[in-house]
């Protein structure tokens, strides 16, 4: 995985098209067709860009979006741990690849406040179930003398795909919003 | 707990299972998704519509590669237990926040804030933080370590 490429230039029509499928497809026979339709432009046109997306990476996953609480995966831990700079690759490869793990980042250190520089997002069915993982990947990547804590989620306050496409001159909050309109799991 | 994952019937289980990643861009997904399960276009369409109804699935399409058509960053705040709800609401109002959720940790409140640009993002992190009245830990992303093939469901 490449890191920290930079910002892709999107076309103005790339970015026409982002805007109305971030929010997923129309659940329909022909869905590029009704999305080419609102777009004024061809069924063949949308699916070149959103290959072209694909293929310059830009989208990192096409196809079904699940939401794990609603699957009964209602316990989620994101994992934290102060892994020594010069091992967060190799161990944040390691934690990637257990099935229960969904995310697998490298952040900054805010020190004296905040000492962890991995975060791992592990799923369970309960926090047992996640306390069990953890235990699993601390044996199997070698993790014993490394610190780290578990944050559970108490509660959710919104959940939903991320909006590239906010207009850059936004101004503060524009009304509550209503929770769990769609969702996915968290950058 | 109950189980809610042992309640879907055998189609169900397969779209929410199989198609996770690479779903292939025909101009027709749907038959194409009912063709290898050897079921109607029209029952994979009503099926699909119904999960994505109930809230099982969020939606089909694409997920993004985090900051690569877009800037985002993990944000964090500590606020009192008995102000905490007042604030979620006031950070999730804003359109670039998503994912905001309680924690238990010190720092109780945690959302990812994305935007078009740097400079965007840095404009609705002050604006967050003057709205929210408590200051804000900001935690971008340096390095993704995570190839995402969907998650794949255990069924019990």
């Known amino acids: 995985m490449e890191p920290n490429k930079p910002v892709t230039q999107l076309s103005t029509e790339d970015r026409a098209l982002i805007k109305i499928v971030q929010r997923g ?11 080419a339709e609102r777009l004024s432009t061809t069924e063949q046109d949308v699916i070149q860009r959103l290959q072209k997306l694909i293929d310059d990476g830009s989208i990192k996953r096409y196809g079904v979006v699940v939401r794990h609480r609603e699957l009964g995966y209602k316990a ?6 102060d892994v020594p700079d010069d091992r967060v690759s190799e161990l944040g490869s390691c ?4 099935p229960s793990v969904t995310l697998s980042y490298r952040r900054p250190r805010r020190q004296p406040d905040w000492p962890y520089n991995l975060f791992t997002m592990v ?5 047992e179930e996640v306390k069990q993982k953890v235990e699993e990947i601390v044996e199997t990547c070698g993790l014993q003398d490394i610190d780290h804590t578990i944050l559970f989620s108490t509660r959710r306050f919104k959940q939903r795909g991320a909006s590239y496409t906010a207009p850059a001159n936004t101004s503060g909050p524009a009304g509550f919003i209503r929770l769990n309109t769609t969702e996915d799991t968290a950058p | 707990m109950t189980d809610t994952t042992t309640s879907f019937s055998t189609l169900e289980k397969h779209l929410l299972n199989d198609f996770q990643h690479d779903l292939p861009l025909s101009a027709t997904p749907f038959a194409d998704m009912a063709e ?10 009503s099926t699909v519509r119904k999960l994505q109804d109930e809230g099982v699935i969020s939606r089909v399409g694409p997920v ?19 102000e905490l709800a007042c604030v979620a609401r006031i950070v999730s109002a804003f359109p ?40 804000l830990m900001s935690l971008p992303m340096l ?3 995570f190839i995402d093939l969907g998650f794949k469901l255990q069924w019990a």
Request: net charge negative; charged share 20%.
């Open chain 1, 123 to 127: 799923h369970g069915r309960n926090r």
């Open chain 2, 64 to 82: 993004f590669t985090p900051n690569r058509i877009g800037v985002s960053t993990l944000a964090a705040m500590s606020i009192p237990a008995e």
């Open chain 2, 96 to 135: 670039e926040v998503n994912h905001n959720y309680e924690r238990d940790h010190e720092f109780n409140l945690w959302f990812v804030v994305t935007a078009s640009s740097e400079e965007h993002l840095e404009i609705v992190l002050q604006e967050i933080e003057q709205h929210a009245e408590y200051p």
């Open chain 1, 25 to 35: 497809l129309p659940i329909v026979s022909r869905p590029y067709a009704e999305i």
């Open chain 2, 143 to 145: 390095e993704d370590y």
């Open chain 2, 36 to 45: 290898q399960l050897g079921v109607s276009e029209n029952e994979v369409l």
């Open chain 1, 95 to 98: 934690i990637g690849k257990f």
């Open chain 1, 76 to 81: 989620n831990g994101m994992v934290v741990w």
